[in-house]
C-alpha cells in the first residue's frame, strides 16, 4: 500500500505544479490590475543586480542571485509525515521547469535524535519541528545549497478533485488493470478495462495508484519505469484538458486541497512570466544517492559531490574539476 501511495503523490505532486502554473495566468486576468504593478518588472530587477557590489562564496551563489529561478518545495502528506517531497525550479525567463525528486527517507542528521533513527529522515522533519514548512524548506536547502523560495503542500484528493472538475481525460489504458486489497481502509478495488476511454476522479486515482494486478492479470512489464511513464502520459493529458476554458473550475476544485506560502501578489508577479509554459518544457530527476542500511533502517544517503555538480548544471554554471572545492550541498554530516 505504501508503494501506492507514493505513486499516486507523485503524480499528484507533478499535476499540481503544472496546475499552479494555470492558476498564476489565470490570477493575472481574475486581479486588479494595480496589484500587478507592485512587482518589478525584469529591467528593474537587471538594474539592481548591476548596482549591487556584492561578492559571491562560488560561482553558483553568483547564479543564484542573478537567476529568474524561483525554487518551490512540492510537498505530498501523509498524516504528520511528507510522504513525497519534491523540489520544482522554474525559469521565469526561458520557462522551463525542473523537478527534483528527494526520497522520504533522506538521512539528514539532527543532534537531538538518536543517529539512525527514523527522526533522522528527512520525512521526519516536518512534524517534529514548530515551524513545520519552514524547518522542512530549511532542510532542503541544507541538501541541494540553493534557496527554497515557497512551498505547495497537496492532500490526496487533489487529483480525483481536478479530474472531476474537467469532466474526466481521455486516455488509453495499456492493458486491463485490476488489482484487490482487501486489507486497505475502505478496501481497494481497481478494475479499468484496457483501450481508449474516458477516465473520470476515482478512476483517475486507481489508475494512478496501479502498480502490481492480480493473480491471472497483468502488471507493468518493466516494473516502476512503466508505472511512471503511465502516470506522466494521464497527467500531461489532464493538463492540456485543464489548461483551457475550463482552468477555473479546476482551481475551484483543487483549492481546498492545497496550502501554500504564496501571496497573490506573488501569483500574479509570475502569471505574465508562466504564460506559454508547457509539459515539453518540464523534466524530473532524483536527487543524487544511494540506499543503505543503517542500523536497522533504510536511508537514502545524499551524494553531496554529485548533487554539487546537479545543482551548477540547473543554473548552467561550469564547474571546476575539483567539485570540493565548490561544493555547496551539506550532506547534513552524511554517515
Same mark, same amino acid.
Given at each position: 500500500?505504501?508503494?501506492?501511495?507514493?505513486?499516486?503523490?507523485?503524480?499528484?505532486?507533478?499535476?499540481?505544479?503544472?496546475?499552479?502554473?494555470?492558476?498564476?495566468?489565470?490570477?493575472?486576468?481574475?486581479?486588479?490590475?494595480?496589484?500587478?504593478?507592485?512587482?518589478?518588472?525584469?529591467?528593474?530587477?537587471?538594474?539592481?543586480?548591476?548596482?549591487?557590489?556584492?561578492?559571491?562564496?562560488?560561482?553558483?551563489?553568483?547564479?543564484?542571485?542573478?537567476?529568474?529561478?524561483?525554487?518551490?518545495?512540492?510537498?505530498?502528506?501523509?498524516?504528520?509525515?511528507?510522504?513525497?517531497?519534491?523540489?520544482?525550479?522554474?525559469?521565469?525567463?526561458?520557462?522551463?521547469?525542473?523537478?527534483?525528486?528527494?526520497?522520504?527517507?533522506?538521512?539528514?542528521?539532527?543532534?537531538?535524535?538518536?543517529?539512525?533513527?527514523?527522526?533522522?529522515?528527512?520525512?521526519?522533519?516536518?512534524?517534529?519541528?514548530?515551524?513545520?514548512?519552514?524547518?522542512?524548506?530549511?532542510?532542503?536547502?541544507?541538501?541541494?545549497?540553493? #534557496?527554497?523560495? @515557497?512551498?505547495?503542500?497537496?492532500?490526496?484528493?487533489? *487529483?480525483?478533485? %481536478?479530474?472531476? &472538475? /474537467? +469532466?474526466?481525460?481521455?486516455?488509453?489504458?495499456?492493458?486491463?488493470?485490476?488489482?484487490?486489497?482487501?486489507?486497505?481502509?475502505?478496501?481497494?478495488?481497481?478494475?479499468?478495462?484496457?483501450?481508449?476511454?474516458?477516465?473520470?476522479?476515482?478512476?483517475?486515482?486507481?489508475?494512478?495508484?496501479?502498480?502490481?494486478?492480480?493473480?491471472?492479470?497483468?502488471?507493468?512489464?518493466?516494473?516502476?519505469?512503466?508505472?511512471?511513464?503511465?502516470?506522466?502520459?494521464?497527467?500531461?493529458?489532464?493538463?492540456?484538458?485543464?489548461?483551457?476554458?475550463?482552468?477555473?473550475?479546476?482551481?475551484?476544485?483543487?483549492? #481546498?486541497?492545497? @496550502?501554500?506560502?504564496?501571496?497573490?501578489?506573488?501569483? *500574479?508577479?509570475? %502569471?505574465?512570466? &508562466? /504564460? +506559454?509554459?508547457?509539459?515539453?518544457?518540464?523534466?524530473?530527476?532524483?536527487?543524487?544517492?544511494?540506499?543503505?542500511?543503517?542500523?536497522?533502517?533504510?536511508?537514502?544517503?545524499?551524494?553531496?559531490?554529485?548533487?554539487?555538480?546537479?545543482?551548477?548544471?540547473?543554473?548552467?554554471?561550469?564547474?571546476?574539476?575539483?567539485?570540493?572545492?565548490?561544493?555547496?550541498?551539506?550532506?547534513?554530516?552524511?554517515?
Amino acid at each position: 500500500m505504501k508503494q501506492f501511495i507514493k505513486a499516486f503523490l507523485f503524480s499528484l505532486i507533478i499535476f499540481s505544479a503544472v496546475i499552479a502554473t494555470g492558476i498564476f495566468t489565470y490570477a493575472k486576468f481574475m486581479s486588479p490590475e494595480g496589484i500587478a504593478e507592485e512587482f518589478p518588472d525584469d529591467e528593474d530587477q537587471i538594474k539592481q543586480a548591476e548596482e549591487d557590489e556584492e561578492e559571491f562564496a562560488s560561482p553558483l551563489e553568483k547564479a543564484i542571485h542573478d537567476s529568474n529561478r524561483v525554487n518551490v518545495l512540492l510537498i505530498g502528506m501523509e498524516g504528520p509525515r511528507t510522504d513525497t517531497i519534491m523540489l520544482f525550479s522554474y525559469d521565469r525567463k526561458t520557462k522551463e521547469g525542473n523537478i527534483i525528486s528527494i526520497p522520504r527517507d533522506t538521512y539528514y542528521y539532527r543532534d537531538e535524535y538518536d543517529k539512525y533513527s527514523e527522526m533522522q529522515k528527512i520525512n521526519a522533519v516536518y512534524g517534529s519541528e514548530k515551524e513545520g514548512y519552514q524547518a522542512l524548506m530549511d532542510t532542503v536547502e541544507d541538501i541541494t545549497g540553493i #534557496p527554497v523560495d @515557497k512551498y505547495v503542500s497537496v492532500k490526496y484528493d487533489g *487529483v480525483r478533485a %481536478a479530474v472531476k &472538475a /474537467i +469532466g474526466g481525460v481521455n486516455f488509453n489504458v495499456p492493458f486491463h488493470m485490476k488489482y484487490t486489497d482487501i486489507y486497505d481502509e475502505p478496501a481497494l478495488y481497481i478494475n479499468i478495462p484496457a483501450g481508449q476511454q474516458i477516465i473520470d476522479g476515482d478512476k483517475a486515482v486507481e489508475l494512478l495508484r496501479f502498480r502490481n494486478g492480480d493473480p491471472g492479470y497483468p502488471s507493468y512489464p518493466d516494473g516502476d519505469i512503466g508505472r511512471v511513464k503511465t502516470q506522466q502520459e494521464f497527467i500531461q493529458a489532464a493538463v492540456k484538458k485543464s489548461l483551457s476554458l475550463k482552468l477555473p473550475n479546476v482551481i475551484n476544485a483543487v483549492y #481546498p486541497h492545497v @496550502k501554500t506560502n504564496f501571496t497573490l501578489t506573488e501569483l *500574479v508577479g509570475l %502569471a505574465k512570466d &508562466a /504564460i +506559454g509554459f508547457t509539459t515539453d518544457n518540464l523534466s524530473s530527476a532524483i536527487l543524487p544517492g544511494e540506499p543503505k542500511y543503517l542500523g536497522k533502517l533504510s536511508f537514502y544517503i545524499p551524494n553531496g559531490q554529485e548533487i554539487t555538480k546537479a545543482m551548477y548544471d540547473l543554473y548552467d554554471v561550469p564547474l571546476s574539476a575539483d567539485t570540493n572545492e565548490e561544493n555547496v550541498a551539506d550532506a547534513a554530516e552524511t554517515p
